[in-house]
């Protein structure tokens, strides 16, 4: 299984921050990233895939950027919607999996 | 609009079989590229993926899991059934089933609302 590791695992900001989120493969899994919001008791969204495409309908505010085995998601000026937990997935190979979570709070 | 929905049982005892039924609409299962797959969450912790079937009947499924795992779909009703045998109360967890396609690279572009599984005697 390839192994996907998020950091930080927790991360605290304030609403106009820019922040970046890091997630690292195993091994190289060029454009098979992934990036998903969850916010608590709620179904995790697509916000990128293919590491930088941004989804459909999700601001402009949120970037992914990285090849290889290291990639980012960058929120460049936080909303108090945004406070929530990020998860990267790998679709390179089955299983696809995904990292620990970040949990983004509010400073 | 594109939509899925989990249906089973809340509660199982341990070591029975677990059967899920993903219900879809929107999108068709005999299209190139589509697939429906199935994320676990246990309480208060992270994502698991589980298992995935494609349109062209291709199934992959979570080696640690694969002994325990069968995912089925039937396009005529727009239904993915997952079944987990030998149940555990470690497999507590809400159930997601969603949709990927090789468009997006494979990820799951829309997910259904989840459905929570207690494992309990």
């Known amino acids: 299984d390839i192994q996907m590791t998020q950091s930080p695992s927790s991360l605290s900001a304030s609403v106009g921050d820019r922040v970046a989120i890091t997630c690292r493969a195993s091994?190289?899994?060029?454009?098979?990233l992934n990036w998903y919001q969850q916010k608590p008791g709620k179904v995790p969204k697509l916000l990128i895939y293919?590491?930088?495409s941004l989804q459909s309908g999700v601001p402009s505010r949120f970037s992914g950027s990285g090849s290889g085995t290291d990639f980012t998601l960058t929120i460049s000026s936080l909303q108090p919607e945004d406070f929530a937990t990020y998860y990267c997935?790998?679709?390179?190979?089955?299983?696809?999996?995904f990292g620990q979570g970040t949990r983004l709070e509010i400073k | 609009q594109i939509t899925l929905k989990e249906s089973g049982p809340t509660l199982v005892k341990p070591t029975q079989t677990l059967t899920l039924t993903c219900t879809f609409s929107g999108f068709s299962l005999n299209t190139n590229g589509v697939g429906v797959g199935w994320v676990r969450q246990p309480p208060g912790k992270a994502l698991e993926w589980l298992a995935v079937i494609f349109w062209n009947d291709d199934k992959r499924y979570r080696p640690f899991l694969q002994s325990r795992l069968t995912i089925t779909k039937d396009t005529s009703k727009n239904e993915v059934v997952l079944t987990m045998t030998n149940m555990d109360p470690v497999d507590t967890a809400t159930y997601y089933c969603a949709r990927g396609s090789t468009y997006y690279y494979k990820a799951f572009d829309i997910w259904g609302q989840g459905t929570m599984v207690t494992v309990s005697s």
């Open positions: 091994q190289s899994i060029t454009p098979y």
């Open positions: 997935q790998q679709t390179y190979s089955t299983p696809h999996t």
């Open positions: 293919a590491a930088s």
